[in-house]
């Protein structure tokens, strides 16, 4: 087995691990008949492409070692998307409140969003992985948003790549309109929140009533 294999192996084994737990969440509130403020979750171990990027941009060396460990702090990364602006604070305390990891930071891009227009609540976490040699903790950074902060930082991800960071002028002042047209769309979608959930709530209970019929 490779090197990287072997490195990237209790990254993974995190990933899935954390992924399971966290829509765990999700499933709690609908068992409990409460509206999840989680709207689903992912999560993906860094292709080594971009650990071989991010190792060029920070001046190390790529090849598995404490200081890449140290350093890319999101070879393991999840994210968890929330329909409102509100839900992050709740999911951000009900991470706070868990004891199978440890929150090294928080970067809160909501309060100050990048200079690009990115917006979304970072958490980097100490996740314990239980290996053949015993406990490995690894580092893993988990993106809360909105579902318009991720549609916007999606796009905007895929233009970042294209141009490799240098935009065209008109694409940059497009990509700084769009983020304030997914501040303002979060915005509104606040202020209709109860009307929404209230829907949700109805069209969720007519499609449980649809399968006890069939
Ligand atoms: P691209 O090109 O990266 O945008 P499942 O296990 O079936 O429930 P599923 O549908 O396989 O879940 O999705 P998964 O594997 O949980 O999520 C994969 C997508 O989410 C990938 O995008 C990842 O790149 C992206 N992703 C999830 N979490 C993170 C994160 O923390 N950081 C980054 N950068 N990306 C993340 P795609 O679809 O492959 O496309
Ligand atoms: P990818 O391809 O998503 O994995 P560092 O990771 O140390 O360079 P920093 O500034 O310490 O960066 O960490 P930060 O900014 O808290 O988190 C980095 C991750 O946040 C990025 O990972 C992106 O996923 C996301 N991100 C940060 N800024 C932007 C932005 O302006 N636009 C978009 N679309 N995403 C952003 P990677 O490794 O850069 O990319």
Same mark, same amino acid.
């Given at each position: ?9 209790? %990254? ?6 954390l ?5 765990s969440?999700r ?24 650990? %071989? ?7 190390i ?8 460990t140290?350093?890319i ?7 968890m ?74 796009i ?46 109805y ?11 069939s």
């Amino acid at each position: 087995m490779g090197q990287w294999e072997r490195f990237l192996e209790p %990254y993974k084994h995190a990933v899935d691990e954390l992924k399971v737990k966290l829509k765990s969440m999700r499933t709690q509130f609908e068992l409990e008949n409460r509206t999840s403020p989680i709207e689903f979750v992912t999560g993906r171990v860094k292709p080594l492409a971009s650990i %071989y990027d991010k190792t060029l941009e920070k001046g190390i060396a790529f090849e598995p070692s404490e200081e890449l460990t140290m350093e890319i702090q999101d070879i393991a990364g999840l994210r968890m998307m929330c329909q409102f602006v509100d839900d992050i604070e709740t999911v951000v305390t009900l991470m706070r409140e868990r004891n199978d990891f440890r929150i090294v930071e928080e970067r809160d891009y909501i309060s100050n969003k990048k200079p690009s227009g990115y917006r979304s609540y970072h958490m980097i976490i100490e996740y314990p992985v239980q290996t053949i040699h015993g406990e490995k903790k690894i580092l893993a950074e988990v993106q809360i948003r909105t579902l318009a902060m991720n549609f916007w930082a999606s796009i905007e991800h895929s233009l970042n790549y294209k141009y490799k960071g240098i935009f065209p002028e008109e694409i940059k002042n497009r990509l700084q309109y769009a983020a304030e047209a997914a501040f303002r769309l979060d915005e509104e979608m606040s202020l209709i929140r109860d009307e929404i959930q209230e829907a949700q709530k109805y069209f969720s209970e007519y499609k449980k009533g649809g399968s006890n019929r069939s």
